[in-house]
């Protein structure tokens, strides 16, 4: 699996509960909630897979990969990109 693509996956899980809650807060459209919720629910689970298969995930990466929202975004700068270290392991 591509650093690229789970990265992308990552971005989409947060941008969608970004939406959910926004929607939540203000006007409570039933179908924002019926659209976000699946692309949600999709890419989290696209995420904590991909980073399980993941061949270069450190187990930390696999663990931050289940927690929702924000999990898949640290787990994704854990595993850093191919052929760089990864900018979690440079402050060490």
Same mark, same amino acid.
């Given at each position: 699996?591509?650093?690229?693509?789970?990265?992308?996956?990552?971005?989409?899980?947060?941008?969608?509960?970004?939406?959910?809650?926004?929607?939540?807060?203000?006007?409570?459209?039933?179908?924002?909630?019926? =659209?976000?919720?699946? +692309?949600? $629910?999709?890419?989290? !689970?696209?995420?904590?897979?991909?980073?399980?298969?993941? %061949?270069? /995930? #450190?187990?930390?990466?696999? =663990?931050?990969?289940? +927690?929702? $929202?924000?999990?898949? !975004?640290?787990?994704?700068?854990?595993?850093?990109?191919? %052929?760089? /270290? #990864?900018?979690?392991?440079?402050?060490?």
């Amino acid at each position: 699996m591509n650093s690229l693509i789970l990265r992308v996956g990552a971005h989409i899980e947060f941008a969608s509960l970004l939406v959910m809650l926004a929607n939540l807060a203000t006007v409570h459209h039933d179908a924002v909630s019926s =659209l976000m919720g699946p +692309v949600h $629910g999709c890419a989290y !689970l696209f995420v904590a897979v991909g980073v399980w298969a993941y %061949g270069g /995930a #450190s187990p930390a990466a696999r =663990l931050l990969a289940l +927690v929702p $929202g924000i999990g898949g !975004l640290l787990a994704v700068r854990r595993i850093g990109s191919p %052929g760089t /270290a #990864s900018s979690a392991s440079e402050g060490d």
